[in-house]
């Protein structure tokens, strides 16, 4: 497989729910989702790998260097999410995904052409909802294969429209019963989403860790009533007050140096959101982010002592309840050197860098040797359609991620250090 | 009918669409709708009376004195509206109707016992979307019928889920072809929904004028991103725009007399509305209200300064549009009178008061003479479910209501004064 045929394949997802400015609408478990996974599945069929889709909608092709094994053979694993935010970016996800299937091709021509086979298999993924955009939290996919989030739960979300993970995927053909990969390492290529790597003309970044992330659930509860016939005096109208919330949740950045908290309301259901009635309830989800857990702490005990101000100013209710909280992650430094070598042989400028954004590979890496890795962002910009990757740097970092998944398949990230090509199967590193 | 026939109609009613806590939620054109408008039906037929449905969903019930008549004699029309805010109050417009229908009932029985008729008929109706929560502007099928708003153009307006008035009207069985009335005179009794009758332990208010109204259709445009991997000096948040918007909405009013402005946001969307992505769009709908015109002006004029720095500071763009102005409307001076003197007659307290909401009758009170009166409201809540009027106020209502409309079946507001008994159709005041 050619750089020319990634491209051409990358170009021709980015035509599924394709919007008119360059973007792309493929939220979880929509018509549009099910389209990508049909060509995900028809590249695997074409290449003769057996797909596989889990409980919870991920999507697997599997390379079988061992047909005749007995039990299931533990593979490396590399892959990103297809979905996409509404009117999102072509790029986000679905650019660790193509990667994934071009290097696993690559690297399965490697293997048949050479006399020595790998000890364990190769695996491509599609993980199901990493955006969380239809049905929070994100990362469920990833979350729930790697036991951080309860698959009977996660069905049971709903959308705002009121339908079911479990409907939503069912009704797209792709609520799956097939047995789960045993994974003795996972490999992914993102874009940045940041610009870090574009302001210093870097090609690939090595990511390090992630930021401390967590959201609140902020419920705001009013009196309904009449716009026109009530006096101001006497209203408890639920979107003045969260209007304040919406405020102190921007401000509160500001107490810290600059970027080193972010934070934003994106989400808002007002009820019963008629032009003349006073709501009586707002309910929105705040994401608080900052490398260091300790700002996150500080900014949400600030935030809570304001809310409880305008609560009582307001004279409202406000609950507010903590949710999908994730701490730093630390990608293991064997893994982020590896791909620091692999750089350096291949002629890639690279640098270690940090994720503001989850990823399916925070969620990996707390089951298996993780190697997580950025391709430079124009602008920085993402989650929306002006999202942009330059073609070569797409290129190179297919052609990283193949040779990570090569020293991969050859255990690089082994608990033994690097274990030999027919060696053992990978060991705690592949525990679920 | 006696009063006990009224009270446990209007009782039967609120069970129609009832919500927990002794709200109703009946929607314009949705299947509660639909059950209120059967059960409109069902009295007038039990009574031999004629029901129309017009092709705006507005709903007659005649009670033809003149079968005999070539063309269509001109009737006095009694009414209000029977669809609610969503958890609304069961006492907003279902009073006004149920009232018409026993006051009718008693009047019809009051001239077939005598030997002399009117000269003109009698009709109850129940007016389509008086509160505009579901589909916007408010006060919709009386101002069609009154030639204040486009009919065609009405039928095209849409829900938030898209659905237009056309199709939901049809999905209901109410999208009508009937000939519409012509009016001689028309008479509304409505709950106060402010304080001011309770506070003066007044039964009955003489609507005298209705504030000057408009509203704002504010869309702010931002730009959509990543809400963990975006700088926050990077981004146009729409929601933090919306927000200061919404907040200046509110504190214009403190520029006045106290309660001298009222004004509010009570609809809002966002798009995309995900808890990750920084919102791109947020559209509202703000209201302005005041007994004085150049008070909402100087309040519009102050909030589009403000807005417009609200762009400039936070880089983003906002529309403002005015629409659904609406004008001081004067009841006209014989018709308070004549609701005065009926309340002396009766025994009943009254007083002049105005209107802060938009009522039915403010739209007929353009083409026909209309009496608009008021009964007290407990607490001045509405378009909540607390909302709440006494059983001997609500009687009283309908005991001057019936009065009342006998004065106008004797030509009480016509041109000449007093027509007789027997006499010429209504003239100027019929037109539409």
Redesign the interface.
Known sequence: MTPEQFLSDFHEVAQIGATPNQGVDRQAATPEDRLTREWFRAFAERRGWEVRVDGIGNQFAIVDFHPDAAGDTPCVLLGSHLDS???GGRFDGAYGVIAGLHAAARLEDRVRSGDARPAVNLAVVNWFNE????F?P?IMGSSVFAGLMDEAEMLAVRD?AGVSVREALEAIGYLGTDARPTVASYAEVHI????ILERESTQLGAVDYS?Y?Q?LDIEVLG?????????????H?A??A???V??KV?DV?ARYE??AL???????????????????RVHL?A?L?AADQAIVADARATLLEQIDAIARERDVKINVRDFDVRDNQHYPESGIRLAEEVAAELGVSARRIR????HDSVAMNRIAPTVMMFVPSVD??????REFTRDEDLVTGVAVLTEIGWRLLQGALEPSGVAGVGGAAAGAGAAR
């Open positions: 935010q509404p009117l955006e969380g955009g239809r929070a994100s705002l940045e989403q940041g610009r930021w992330t959201k009196e309904q009533s009449h716009t026109g016939a009530t006096a101001m005096a006497d209203r109208d979107l003045v969260a209007s304040q919406i405020l921007h950045t600059a970027e972010v934070s934003s309301v994106g989400q808002l259901t007002l009820e019963p959101n008629s032009p003349i009635v006073v709501a009586r989800v994401d982010r994720t503001m954004a989850g920085g910009v993402s989650h929306c359609e």
